[in-house]
């Protein structure tokens, strides 16, 4: 453990034991990480005698229904006028956190904030920052913090981080993954996390049109030298009736293709093209994002475009292709 880091987490737990009203925010686009990782530190802080409420600019996946707290997150909440302390998981800046968000924090001149994050890209925007970049999941961090703050694990907290760890490793599969991240899993399973039931939920849980609309993205994967990529446009969520959100998970079938370098999909949304970025070994994608103004993993990133969708997939790959050809 580097000493910077030591620094930061000592930091972090000084700013959370100072505080007493705290507010936990999910990322937008929300996923298994920051939403286990958020309802996780709510739960331990309540614990501790704090007043803890998790906030999400976006709506939730219907697929972490089963978390314990996820009834009680807050969906677009204002938040309230007496706080101490914001607490930022799992995302690199805090325009990620929704605009709404990160101008009422601008705006508070007395509020303190908190960023827990396992970016690489991460801007170090809070007063407190505990960016980790070998810890797979911001639930792995969570886990630090509660445990320096004497929290017990109940078999709630130990559901929610653990989700936040299988999510994020996309159950152990990820490079990120560490004997950490295994060593903690089995510590939460022991703690009562009930594994088959995060794993069922999470992925057996698609719906028709969700398999309908991967089926019309399919059909339009391209491939060259060594970058695949296609696309999810409104037309084709209409066609099958599918929410913008259904054609998130096309990114990670198509980076499934054999003797790939990376793997790329665009997707139209109200804000611009979404563009989903995978990539093996050697290929830096954060990189690519950042370019464009995004951020993310290496092997794993993302950032948001404005104009048209040919324009898009145009600058990205050809970009990425300038990439592949100097290695
Ligand atoms: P996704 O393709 O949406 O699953 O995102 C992959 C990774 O890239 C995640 O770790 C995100 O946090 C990050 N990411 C995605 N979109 C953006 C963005 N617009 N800005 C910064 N990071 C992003
Ligand atoms: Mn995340
Ligand atoms: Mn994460």
Redesign the pocket.
């Known amino acids: 453990l580097n000493l910077d880091r030591l620094k930061q987490r000592e930091a972090a737990v000084r700013l959370i034991r100072a505080s007493r009203r705290i507010a936990i925010l999910a990322?937008v686009?929300p996923d298994g990480d920051t939403v286990g990782s958020a309802l996780a530190l709510a739960q331990g802080l309540r614990q501790l005698g704090k007043v803890a409420q998790v906030y999400s600019a976006d709506p939730l996946p219907t697929n972490l229904a089963f978390l314990p707290g996820y009834g009680e997150i807050q969906v677009g909440g204002s938040l309230p006028p007496d706080l101490d302390l914001v607490v930022l998981v799992d995302?690199?800046d805090m325009a990620?956190f929704g605009a709404a968000y990160a101008e009422a924090i601008d705006r508070r001149a007395g509020v303190r904030v908190l960023n827990v994050d396992h970016?690489a890209?991460n801007r170090h925007f809070g007063d407190a920052n505990m960016v980790d970049t070998t810890a797979a999941a911001t639930g792995e961090q969570i886990h630090w913090l509660l445990t320096a703050l004497n929290v017990a694990i109940d078999a709630r907290i130990a559901t929610q981080l653990l989700t936040a760890i299988v999510t994020d490793t996309r159950s152990f599969r990820t490079p990120s993954t560490t004997p950490r991240s295994l060593a903690l899993a089995t510590q939460l399973f022991e703690a009562g996390a009930p594994l088959n039931l995060i794993v069922e939920s999470v992925y057996r849980s698609r719906s028709l049109t969700t398999l309908r609309l991967w089926g019309l993205a399919l059909e339009r994967l391209r491939c060259v030298d060594g970058i695949a990529w296609t696309e999810v446009t409104v037309e084709m969520q209409q066609k099958v009736g599918a929410d913008p959100s259904e054609g998130?998970g096309v990114?990670d079938l198509i980076a499934s293709l054999h003797r790939i370098e990376a793997a790329a999909l665009f997707k139209e949304t109200s804000d611009g093209i979404k563009v989903?970025?995978r990539s093996t070994d050697g290929f830096d994608v954060a990189a690519v994002?950042s370019r464009f103004g995004?951020?993310?993993?290496p092997r794993?990133?993302?950032?948001?475009l404005s104009g048209d969708l040919a324009a898009a997939e145009r600058e990205v790959l050809e970009y990425m292709a300038q990439r592949t050809a100097v290695r």
């Open positions: 990322h686009s995302a690199s990620r970016h890209t998130d990114i989903s970025l994002a995004g951020g993310g993993h794993a990133a993302g950032c948001l």
